[in-house]
């Protein structure tokens, strides 16, 4: 019993060795038909990582010819499948520009978004294939309403579309949260918040964007010198305006009316120095005329 399993571990082995030889050989000194067909071979046996080194061999050769086609295909499949996400996205990108009459173009569009979106980081890192993805699926939904991925398609572009809302609102938040330490930010998160507002209508971020946007500009009026607060308390009370007209029951409503009282208060301190200002200023007029 174990001479036989000695046999037949050694027959494994040999036929391993074999079967890496055999690789080996064509892969460094077989003509461009025997590496297709072996390509084709291990691609069909799901050896995507050695497929991938045939194929890469092979693909000059087959530029412009109709086996093309479907090498350009095992080509994103194979980096799909080897998880090489960001690759696979682009190669079946560049199929469906390649092969427009294709069958397998509404497969491979579809699969170039989805590998985007796997390949797209969490929302606090480069957002580079989070955006593809969404492009990527935009263009999908539209341009294949009736395909039986559509549902599936549309539930793919929700989530990166949060995801990446999600990033935004992070970035204007920070900007507000450090303002302390740099005043600057504070026009930095207002302008971020306005950004997200205006890029994602009926965001998921809405209200709460709307309140640190209030938030901000409130905090930007203290923080500011006298000459340059009336400007600053209008735009404050106008994010304030938009907060209670788009959230009349917002959760942040009770804190944003003590803050809209704080800047009323400071609207009316203001006017009433730079009223002083005035009247002085028309008094020294007055003066300067008499001595002329």
Aim: charged share 35%; aromatic share 14%.
């Amino acid at each position: 019993m174990q001479k036989i399993k000695n046999l037949a571990y050694l027959l494994m082995l040999s036929l391993l060795f074999f079967s890496c030889g055999e690789y080996q050989k064509v892969l460094n000194k077989g003509n461009v038909e025997d590496q297709y067909k072996m390509a084709v071979k291990l691609y069909e046996s799901k050896k995507y990582g050695k497929a991938l080194r045939l194929f890469e061999k092979v693909t000059p050769a087959y530029r412009g010819k109709p086996q093309m086609e479907r090498v350009q295909f095992m080509v994103a499949q194979s980096n799909f499948n080897e998880k090489n996400y960001s690759l696979a996205g682009y190669y079946f990108d560049r199929f469906t520009v390649n092969y427009p009459k294709s069958s397998k173009k509404e497969e491979a569009a579809f699969l170039s978004a989805y590998s985007f979106k796997l390949a797209s980081p969490v929302f606090s890192k480069d957002p580079t294939d989070t955006n593809k993805a969404l492009e990527a699926f935009q263009s999908f939904i539209s341009t294949y309403p009736d395909s039986d991925k559509i549902d599936e398609a549309n539930k793919h572009y929700k989530e990166i579309r949060l995801k990446l809302q999600k990033k935004y609102f992070e970035i204007a938040k920070t900007y507000y949260t450090t303002a302390d330490y740099d005043k600057r930010n504070y026009k930095a998160a207002i302008q971020a918040f306005d950004n997200l507002l205006s890029d994602y209508l009926g965001s998921e971020f809405k209200e709460e964007a709307l309140y640190y946007r209030f938030k901000a500009a409130h905090d930007f009026v203290l923080k500011s010198y006298d000459r340059r607060k009336l400007e600053r308390i209008k735009d404050a009370l106008e994010a304030f305006e938009k907060l209670e007209r788009n959230y009349p029951e917002s959760q942040f409503m009770e804190d944003s009316k003590v803050m809209l009282l704080t800047l009323q208060s400071e609207q009316v301190r203001v006017e009433a120095i730079i009223e002083k200002i005035k009247v002085e200023e028309e008094l020294v007029e007055k003066e300067n005329s008499k001595d002329k």
